[in-house]
């Protein structure tokens, strides 16, 4: 814990050195490429994109600065997904709310029971649930599309308030209430803790079987959350939906600074990856470059944020 | 929870050290066969070993990365990239011997760029592969635009329906690669590593032996062996999509922990590998003729695995 702190000035200035300039640069190269690029229009759709993928990423985050890892969030938000529009798309919101935050407190709770109880490795356990949760997902929705919700349940992805669009001013929320539980509530000091040394953690007091299993629930709760504001954007749900974002979701933590070790990261810095992301992706469309793509910038774009950051890790250390 | 571990406990360690793929084995094989006349008939146990084949050749290289406390979720992807390279070779330029190398070059590639990262950069396994997976997978559907390469040369067949000696050939090659693979394991200075770097890598290291070049080596010959069974399954569809292969990897790492070897300590070997991909494959095939589709497959494979992991943690508890 001691060390984590003490590494932490380097690493942060690294972290937002190199983000900065990838921003700049990456702001810079589009400008001059498309003259679209820097419109306001252009810039709500940029600042929309961020905020759908900071929702995906937000729970992982927490995950990660434990030292462990969620695979199945792009999995459990499809599978809340479905079962949230089939309830939604007959006019019973309420209970589709309920039932996506439901899916994905039952997903995350089984997932940190895993981990934390029985001891299986993150990564396997939740990968085996990454399975479960899609393979539920189609035999749920058995091939079918479910479109077509309720206009104010769609508002809360479509939508906007005073001409900001409202996934932005849930985006936004979320942050301040997850970076203040973070750095000002005992369950945030102790993901740190846990993430810097989780046998320390424990013998300093902390529950920490107790605390990860939290923080699995959380990061499911998040996804079924997610879940309710991707489909209230797209308006449409199938057992497809959220198999691709798990790369996204991985990226934009990777991107923020958030260490894959633990201990030393935050949610402002995926805020930020987020919004890197949402530059890459929207630039890729600006430059004419297929979709088809995106699945390979988004897996480069991992292997280099984290390759980055372990070899200046070593370098100082 | 403990009140559970220790009522498992006593049981558990009366039975003798088999892999516990060994008893999902037999208990698959007397339910489907009591549930389903067709399941012990002879061409169905056929199809079994056919379809059992190329997961069983995916499943030698993860268990070899999974020894050395690593992970490959990119095997799959690379299956389904190496297939499409080698129909599009095949079919553009009609030549078998280019095609075949071309594919194996490619499994080959994302092989060492999977060690390399992990052994020279120090990146964690699951988030190298998983990066390599959504990469291999963008270029497998770019060069095909997400749609099937068809079109192949009746020759193609061969490898899924050719028998040599009486024996079928995707069998044949896959007796022929655990052979190697038992005797690279079990015979060679490159086994002996495997299990010595998933057991201690830092006496290995400190012994002077190269550990991250064995590493890469581990990885490479993941890769190819996943080149291999992408023969076997394009000639099984006659045809090759770029998604083929995902979710083999899942069914490969489900395939070797049922198997008894552990992300832990090098603890494990190829005949438990062996058992647990039939075991995968039995379980799919069985729920195909019971009729449930294969929807509820994912899930219930899902579920096995992580309740095979669940008991081998709970099991190794003192």
């Known amino acids: 814990m001691i060390a984590a702190v003490q590494r932490l000035p380097a690493e942060v200035l690294f972290v937002v050195f190199t983000r900065t300039a990838f921003v700049a640069a990456l702001v810079v190269l589009l400008a001059v490429a498309s003259p679209h690029f820097l419109t306001t229009d252009n810039m709500i759709i940029v600042l929309r994109q961020a905020a759908l993928q900071f929702l995906m990423a937000a729970g992982l985050t927490l995950v990660v600065l434990t030292g462990g890892i969620d695979l199945s969030v792009g999995a459990i938000l499809g599978l809340a997904a479905c079962v949230a529009a089939a309830l939604i798309a007959n006019g019973l919101v309420v209970l589709g709310v309920l039932a996506a935050l439901g899916v994905g407190l039952a997903c995350g709770l089984v997932n940190g029971a895993l981990v934390a109880w029985v001891g299986i490795p993150a990564f396997i356990a939740t990968y085996g649930m990454l399975w479960v949760a899609h393979g539920l997902g189609y035999v749920f929705m058995k091939g079918e599309v479910i479109h077509g919700f309720p206009a104010g349940f769609r508002a809360i992805g479509a939508g906007f308030l005073g001409g900001i669009p409202v996934p932005v001013l849930v985006g936004a929320v979320l942050l301040l209430v997850l970076h203040v539980v973070l750095h000002f509530t005992r369950f945030g000091r102790a993901l740190y803790a846990i993430g810097g040394n989780p046998v320390a953690a424990r013998l300093t007091g902390i529950r920490t079987r107790r605390v990860l299993v939290g923080v699995y629930a959380l990061s499911g709760v998040l996804a079924g959350f997610a879940a309710l504001v991707v489909i209230a954007r797209t308006n449409a749900a199938d057992s497809g939906t959220g198999e691709e974002l798990l790369l996204t979701a991985i990226a934009a933590v990777c991107l923020g600074g958030t260490s894959l070790f633990g201990g030393v990261g935050g949610i402002v810095g995926t805020a930020i990856g987020s919004l890197i992301l949402a530059l890459v992706v929207n630039g890729m469309n600006m430059l004419g470059i297929a979709t088809l793509w995106q699945a390979f910038a988004m897996g480069a774009i991992v292997i280099l944020a984290v390759l980055a950051d372990v070899s200046f890790k070593r370098r100082s250390s | ?318």
Request: with cysteine.
């Open chain 2, 1 to 318: 929870m403990s009140a559970v571990v220790r009522a498992l406990r006593p049981p558990l360690g009366v039975l003798p050290e088999l892999p516990g793929a060994a008893y999902l084995l037999a208990l698959l094989a007397a339910g489907f066969s009591l549930a389903s006349p067709d399941f012990l008939s002879p061409r169905n146990l056929g199809n079994v070993g056919l379809q059992a084949a190329a997961l069983i050749i995916v499943s030698l290289g993860m268990t070899l990365v999974i020894l050395t406390e690593g992970i490959d979720l990119s095997l799959g992807a690379v299956l389904g990239l190496c297939g499409v390279v080698f129909s599009l070779l095949l079919v553009s330029q009609g030549s078998l011997p280019l095609a075949l190398g071309a594919a194996l070059l490619i499994g080959l590639a994302a092989g060492c760029a999977n060690g390399g990262l992990v052994a020279y950069a120090g990146m964690p396994p699951f988030i190298v592969t998983l990066g390599v997976y959504g990469m291999a997978q963008s270029i497998a559907m770019v060069l095909t635009g997400g749609n099937s390469v068809t079109g192949l040369p009746e020759s193609v067949r061969w490898f899924n329906e050719g028998v040599w000696l009486g024996v079928p050939v995707p069998i044949l090659a896959m007796a022929a690669l655990f052979a190697l693979t038992w005797v690279l394991l079990y015979r060679t200075r490159f086994g002996r590593y495997v299990f010595a770097i998933g057991g201690n890598r830092r006496a290995l290291e400190l012994a002077g032996v190269p550990v991250r070049a064995w590493l890469v080596a581990i990885y490479a010959y993941a890769g190819l062996l996943a080149a291999a069974a992408s023969f076997i399954m394009t000639a099984r569809m006659n045809a090759a999509h770029p998604t083929i292969g995902i979710g083999l990897e899942f069914d490969a790492i489900a395939a070797v922990i049922l198997g008894g070897t552990s992300f832990e300590k090098g603890r494990g070997g190829l005949w438990g590998t062996l058992v647990g991909a039939l075991a995968v494959a039995v379980l799919r095939n069985g729920l195909n003729l019971i009729g449930l589709s294969t929807e509820w497959q994912v899930a219930v494979v899902g579920l096995v695995i992580v309740g095979a992991v669940a008991l081998d943690a709970l099991r190794g508890r003192t």
